[in-house]
């Protein structure tokens, strides 16, 4: 579950009309988050508020064998009206399961983010800052996020600590995103890494000629042509990207490549992602495949393989996700899927519901929301189980790690995350 800053830093980007999804770093976020979730250790409590629009304060509250904490405050000069009551935030905006993409937004013109006043300009950067202070070892964290223009966003992130070993770190990311693509460029202080990575969508491209007649026509046609499963095609988009980096001071670079198709909210079948990344200088592939199942249910896989020393590994999870409403069950949006893609008759009983029951989308709904199970199983037959949830103004996490090969020892870690935020 995203911590309340983490919240708020996605509320920032969505009101600053930003896309974190459209970035190499993100290609298998979907597989990242059915199969790489964290489980807490220990209890942890978190108090967070928006205490206006443009101020968040949280503070953490842990024990793991000594009791420890932290202290965050946070400041944008982009008004944010978000939810930021526990009870009100909704349950799909801080838990992270199977993401569905959606069309790609033509970015602002330059001149939208223009304003004039008698005669001279006013307007400002939106700019977020974010500080963290760790108890007690004081481990210092910050965050420099400023959006230069509608396709443009640099980032300074800041670590401050005695454990580094020169002390701390800064790291630069200037990001470009023009909708067909994005590039990123990084620097660190930390072996003065330097670092490229970019990220290329097959298809239409939004900037050009979006809302004429002209352009609705050829899309439909080219849509025709491709069957709307092709590359590019409308129901679905094939992303390519890559990265490179390399350490000024140590002498030694590394890269990495990748791909991803997935569908988009257009497709009548089931969701799904599919990924396909490849290290040649470390010997690494990794394959993903993610299915969103049932209305509620998402399955997900994920093979990796070195072929220097022929070493792999295979982990395999799930989410499930509990609702309240009932009125539309698994099976039912099974055969909704099943009908629109290849015309199935439906029986009486499912065909006589409501269609605005019908043609609801889990992506749109929350308020039947009331929690979900997450569960990852390993080829070591590591297991790790996750529920997150919401009890009245509180929300959870709950988590437990099984290892069945150590019989004496079989529970290796149980935790407890609760979260209220005003």
Not at 210 to 233: Q, R, V, Y
Not at 284 to 295: E, L, P
Request: glycine residues 10%; proline residues 4%.
């Amino acid at each position: 579950m995203l911590g309340f800053m983490d919240y708020v830093q996605q509320a920032f980007f969505t009101a600053s009309h930003w896309n974190p999804d459209n970035s190499y770093g993100s290609l298998t976020a979907t597989a990242r988050a059915l199969l790489d979730f964290p489980t807490p250790n220990g209890l942890r409590l978190n108090f967070s508020s928006l205490s206006s629009p443009n101020f968040a304060t949280s503070y953490t509250l842990g024990s793991i064998g000594e009791v420890d904490g932290s202290l965050s405050y946070l400041y944008t000069s982009l008004p944010l009206q978000v939810s930021s009551k526990s009870n009100d935030i909704p349950l799909r905006s801080v838990i992270r399961g199977y993401r569905q993409l959606r069309e790609l937004r033509r970015p602002d013109e330059p001149w939208w983010w223009e304003v004039w006043h008698q005669g001279k300009r006013i307007d400002r950067k939106n700019t977020l800052l974010y500080g963290r202070l760790y108890l007690p070892n004081s481990h210092l964290e910050a965050l420099y996020l400023r959006r230069l223009s509608p396709t443009t966003q640099l980032k300074i992130s800041c670590v401050s600590s005695s454990a580094l070993k020169s002390g701390g770190s800064i790291l630069l990311l200037l990001q470009n995103d023009v909708g067909k693509y994005s590039t990123e460029y990084l620097y660190s202080t930390d072996s003065a890494l330097l670092g490229v990575r970019g990220l290329y969508n097959f298809g239409q491209d939004p900037r050009e000629g979006a809302g004429s007649p002209d352009f609705d026509a050829l899309t439909k046609a080219k849509t025709a042509l491709e069957g709307n499963e092709g590359i590019g095609g409308r129901n679905g988009r094939f992303s390519a990207g890559a990265e490179m980096y390399y350490g000024l001071l140590n002498k030694s670079g590394g890269m990495s490549t990748g791909i991803r198709f997935t569908t988009l909210p257009s497709h009548n079948g089931f969701p799904y992602t599919m990924t396909l990344t490849l290290n040649p200088l470390m010997g690494n592939i990794s394959s993903t495949y993610a299915v969103k199942a049932g209305r509620s249910l998402a399955l997900c896989s994920r093979f990796d393989f070195n072929f220097y020393s022929y070493e792999s590994e295979l982990q395999v999870g799930m989410e499930l996700w509990r609702r309240r409403n009932r009125q539309q069950t698994d099976l039912q949006w099974v055969h909704r899927k099943l009908q629109e893609k290849g015309g199935w008759n439906l029986p009486s009983s499912i065909s006589s519901l409501p269609e605005k029951v019908k043609g609801l989308d889990e992506e749109y709904r929350d308020e039947d929301t009331a929690g979900v199970l997450k569960a990852r199983v390993s080829q070591d037959w590591g297991i790790s189980l996750l529920w997150e949830g919401r009890v009245k103004e509180l929300l959870y996490t709950a988590g437990i790690l099984i290892d069945v090969k150590r019989k004496e020892q079989i529970f290796r870690g149980v935790g407890l995350e609760i979260q209220y935020s005003s």
